[in-house]
């Protein structure tokens, strides 16, 4: 026997769902709805996990003496100059804080980025073992492809801006051009996959395919057919209305 | 207008209407499309497999309730498969979401405990810390610290058996990560692997697999299991198929539609690109 709650979670995840999706049709009070209670649910619940660590942190270790007491409170000093954002007057107060996470922030990454993000690749880069006896394909073609498409896109920027191109570069900039092309296209078909995999992962829900609950699929059909019905309906109603002066 | 013509204006809710057809059909009427084994679910098994007895795991789930329906699937699969080796497995987030997301959804699925993994001695879950890369530069140098209290039972971190020598990340010998933006794969390479040296391996979604592939090469990623697919290819592997090769009858049909659309998108562009000039 399915617990009344759970039962009830499936059955607002069908609705919200179902009312999110209503947004492929027109945008409509379904879709409404479903959007807002989505924000909310999560802006809420975000402050509700932030608040929580701040307590857990005055628990956890700040409280223990007289010296940390005082950097905490001073750390909630700072996180109110925050809220001056919302004041013409006083905005150059939330300066403050901005400076003091982004500096945080930069100064925390530039710690290793240079060796993580550039040192690394060029690295990897400058090894590549241009013949792999054991796998001439895919690893010899793919290496040797990287090889020499790398340097090409570099050098495509490298040299943007300068009025003529010397003989050579332009079969480089050609190359870097077609190498980018089938990146950028490379990009956007793993997103048409992403955005299907959400589909049919939501799609598994509605249909109830275990692990979800099987409660949803009668759930989904019902509702599916209020909301389509609703949508449907009201947009008919509206066309036959005659217009008024 | 002629045919092509009308192709090019086709209203996008047919369209719509189509993509339902063909991701419900498959999944109501399984198709039993072949899944073809690839390098990366091998990898991702192979790295799994070979995380050595008594070794300290660390397990985040680094994405929102919106990437659920794509990440939850590998998810499942891999924690299933940890929980088959004999190693520790402290769970923590730098995801608002990702604490719920462990919680609510993959505790349902499993209990821990029917592996012989006892809560606080062979697994602990620390919760969310927020501060994205400060955080989890500052959970490298002190575990303990920063998550004062475990999510679960909300008593100090410290006090756990688990933790007694897990202090920094020095610790830990791989993290298993499943993310779907920032932070995820740039941050744990900059504040873990190379400061520290721990091994990563990372899970996303589809659309971030492309930024995943500089850091395969270079070798600073151990494995990468992106997407719907290749989570599917997993679960044969592990022999537990469950909601990836579910889904995957979809995921060909889908991509079968995508290429007719583009097709026929092509052929009314080139049929018509001579009328118009």
């Known amino acids: 026997m399915v617990d009344l709650l759970v039962l009830l979670g499936t059955y607002a995840g069908v609705f919200f769902t179902l009312g999110t999706f209503t947004i492929l049709y027109k945008e409509n009070p379904w879709y409404q709805i479903s959007e807002s209670t989505f924000l909310g649910l999560a802006v809420g619940y975000g402050v509700a996990q932030q608040m929580l660590f701040v307590r857990q942190q005055w628990e956890g270790q700040w409280?223990?003496?007289?010296?940390m007491m005082f950097g905490y409170l001073l750390a909630l000093l700072v996180s109110i100059m925050w809220y001056f954002r919302f004041s013409k007057k006083y905005f150059y107060i939330y300066r403050w804080p901005l400076a003091i996470i982004v500096g945080t922030g930069i100064g925390t990454s530039l710690r290793t980025v240079m060796i993580t993000q550039f040192l690394d690749q060029i690295r990897a880069q400058a090894l590549?073992?241009?013949?792999?006896?054991?796998?001439?394909?895919?690893?010899t073609i793919n290496n040797i492809c990287m090889f020499i498409m790398t340097p090409a896109v570099l050098l495509y920027f490298w040299f943007t801006?300068?009025?003529?191109?010397?003989?050579f570069m332009k079969y480089v900039d050609v190359l870097a051009?077609?190498?980018?092309?089938?990146?950028?296209?490379?990009?956007?078909?793993?997103?048409?996959?992403t955005r299907y995999s959400l589909f049919i992962g939501r799609a598994q829900f509605l249909l109830g395919i275990p692990p979800n609950l099987p409660e949803a699929y009668p759930v989904f059909i019902v509702l599916s057919l209020i909301m389509l019905g609703t949508m449907i309906g009201y947009d008919l109603m509206k066309k036959n209305k005659p217009a008024t002066k | 207008m002629s045919f092509i013509e009308k192709l090019q204006n086709i209203d996008r809710r047919w369209l719509y209407l189509l993509a339902w057809i063909f991701v419900l059909y498959p999944l109501i009427n399984p198709l039993g499309l072949p899944v073809p084994i690839q390098k990366e679910s091998t990898a991702w098994n192979k790295a799994v497999n070979d995380i050595p007895d008594g070794s300290v795991v660390i397990f985040s789930c680094m994405f929102s309730i919106a990437s659920i329906p794509e990440l939850y699937p590998m998810t499942i699969a891999t924690f299933s498969h940890l929980?088959?080796?004999?190693?520790?497995?402290?769970?923590?987030t730098f995801w608002a979401d990702g604490a719920l997301v462990f919680d609510q959804t993959l505790l349902k699925q499993f209990d821990p405990a029917k592996y012989g993994k006892v809560y606080g001695k062979d697994w602990i879950d620390l919760g969310?810390?927020?501060?994205?890369?400060?955080?989890?530069?500052?959970?490298?140098?002190?575990?303990v610290n920063t998550f004062p209290k475990d999510y679960i039972n909300s008593q100090p971190t410290g006090s756990y058996e688990i933790m007694k020598n897990i202090k920094t990340a020095k610790d830990v010998d791989i993290i298993v990560s499943f993310e779907s933006g920032t932070p995820g794969v740039g941050e744990w390479l900059r504040q873990w692997n190379t400061p520290y040296g721990t091994k990563l391996i990372v899970g996303c979604s589809g659309v971030s697999a492309p930024g995943m592939a500089p850091y395969l090469q270079s070798g600073q990623l151990s494995a990468n299991l992106p997407g719907l697919t290749s989570t599917a290819e997993y679960e044969l592997l592990i022999k537990r198929p469950a909601l990836a090769v579910a889904g995957v009858d979809a995921v060909s049909m889908s991509h079968l539609l995508v290429v007719l659309l583009v097709i026929l998108g092509n052929v009314g562009y080139f049929a018509t690109r001579g009328r118009k000039s």
């Not at chain 1, 409280?63 to 010296?67: F, L, N, R, Y």
């Not at chain 1, 590549?128 to 690893?139: A, E, F, G, R």
């Not at chain 2, 929980?83 to 923590?92: D, E, H, P, S």
Request: net charge positive; glycine share 8%.
């Open chain 1, 128 to 139: 590549l073992n241009l013949w792999v006896p054991t796998s001439i394909y895919p690893t």
């Open chain 2, 128 to 143: 969310y810390v927020p501060g994205a890369e400060t955080a989890m530069r500052a959970f490298a140098d002190d575990m």
């Open chain 1, 177 to 193: 051009r077609y190498v980018m092309m089938a990146g950028f296209g490379s990009a956007f078909g793993y997103t048409v996959l």
């Open chain 1, 63 to 67: 409280s223990k003496s007289s010296i």
């Open chain 1, 161 to 167: 801006g300068a009025d003529s191109r010397p003989g």
């Open chain 2, 83 to 92: 929980l088959t080796k004999n190693c520790k497995i402290i769970v923590a």
